[in-house]
């Protein structure tokens, strides 16, 4: 992604695959192109659902174990990563977080699992087979991304995998559109038509089905003015979010001295901001040994889409054994349920209509917001939050196109429900 006016810097012929498969190869081109133009310029890695264990892997591409420097270089030229979009989502996994009961969503899992013999993956030229899943999926997903990185960070002084989180869509047939109701696939092939869900994504065998594709996603940006300079300098200081197709406005602050009644203020997210940090940020330290961090959090519905659930926010961190851990805290919910003795909530239940690929808005809430304070924070424990908003149950995109093409008998495999859900970038705190 590049900040600048190519007219002032020259044409840039972009660094690819075929130079080199090499990440570090990529940030030497992007250092020289910032040295030679005095631009700026930063890359996204592609969802890592599919990467083989290797986008939050421990060593670098040449099998090395990771450096400070390595580190260093990749928070510098990788700020942000694509978390969801049409091959999948990639926050979690249910073998990752099996106490999680929102992880399995949209979980691509079916690559590996169409064969028993090890296969070319006919987009990524990885050779895939049984082996691939499982052990594997710590260094594919986000969330394990991030407990990683503190991990690293205690180990080499910087965390490499410091990033914030953006959805994209992926799409191959220049229809950036990420709504079920209007989903034209991955690529020309798989524009809509009424067995286009039963057929290969790419046309070969062991490719998923196309029924396996989610219609997700899109990145927002929290930037001060509608300009490229300014969406750029809040890509690089992370403060975005994602969503996996609705226009869900979401806000996030994390700080020391937020107070009840501060997030449903008119002026709360002058409050975040004078009070705290938004997502992407680092808390500052601790003003006290026995102070627990506050968080900050709203979000809006999509005006064109569904009323929402719940507002989760996801906390991991590393403890004094040198542990990783998750925990999902439900701090919001619509239609006055509460949080039970086991830490879940009531489902909010459903109004979709499957065979009019259709539902109401008579539950849920068009708004959610919450203070919600870290119960068992401690001040010695690197920890890393995000907020998680989760809509009532909709139509997912294959139950519109059943409905259009008058498509009956599906396989019951293919799911026609779906809860679509954002992610904001997380909130990091550091010991001293």
């Not at 489902?347 to 917001?369: F, K, M, P, Q, R």
């Amino acid at each position: 992604m590049f900040r600048d006016d190519y007219s002032k810097t020259g044409t840039i012929v972009p660094f690819s695959a075929f130079d080199s498969r090499n990440p570090e190869d990529l940030w030497r081109f992007l250092a020289r192109y910032e040295q030679t133009t005095g631009g700026q310029v930063l890359a996204i890695p592609h969802n890592g659902n599919v990467s083989n264990g290797e986008m939050f892997a421990f060593e670098n591409f040449e099998g090395e174990a990771l450096t400070a420097a390595y580190a260093r270089t990749r928070q510098r030229w990788e700020p942000l990563y694509e978390v969801t979009q049409i091959k999948g989502d990639s926050e979690t996994h249910p073998v990752l977080s099996p106490t999680d009961e929102f992880a399995d969503f949209e979980t691509w899992s079916s690559w590996a699992g169409k064969t028993t013999e090890p296969g070319d993956h006919p987009c990524c030229r990885q050779t895939w087979g049984p082996e691939s899943m499982g052990a594997l999926k710590e260094g594919e997903y986000a969330r394990s991304g991030l407990k990683r990185g503190l991990k690293l960070r205690a180990d080499l002084g910087v965390n490499p995998f410091k990033f914030g989180l953006i959805g994209s869509t992926d799409a191959h047939t220049s229809l950036a559109t990420a709504d079920s109701d209007n989903f034209w696939g991955k690529y020309s092939s798989t524009f809509p038509s009424p067995t286009r869900m039963l057929e290969p994504m790419v046309g070969v065998w062991p490719s998923p089905l196309n029924w396996e594709t989610s219609a997700s996603g899109y990145a927002a940006v929290w930037a001060e003015r509608n300009t490229r300079e300014a969406i750029f300098a809040a890509m690089k200081r992370r403060e975005v979010y994602a969503t996996t197709g609705p226009r869900i406005v979401v806000r996030f602050f994390g700080g020391w001295d937020f107070e009840d009644g501060d997030a449903d203020r008119s002026d709360a997210a002058s409050i975040g901001y004078s009070r705290g940090v938004p997502m992407g940020g680092d808390l500052p330290s601790a003003p006290a040994a026995d102070r627990r961090p506050v968080f900050l959090v709203g979000a809006l519905r999509d005006p064109d889409g569904a009323n929402l659930d719940r507002i989760q926010i996801v906390k991991g961190w590393l403890d004094a054994t040198g542990e990783l851990h998750e925990q999902v805290h439900e701090v919001a919910l619509s239609d006055g349920r509460e949080v039970g003795p086991n830490g879940k909530a009531p489902a909010v239940g459903s109004t979709v209509d499957v065979a009019n690929a259709s539902w109401e808005n008579t539950i849920g809430a068009v708004e959610l917001t919450a203070i919600w304070r870290d119960p068992n924070f401690d001040s010695a424990e690197a920890a890393f939050y995000y907020a998680r908003v989760i809509e009532i149950p909709t139509p997912r995109w294959t139950a519109y196109d059943a409905k259009y093409f008058d498509v009956e008998n599906l396989p019951e495999e293919i799911p026609l429900i779906t809860q679509q859900r954002a992610y904001t970038s997380p909130i990091w705190y550091t010991p001293e």
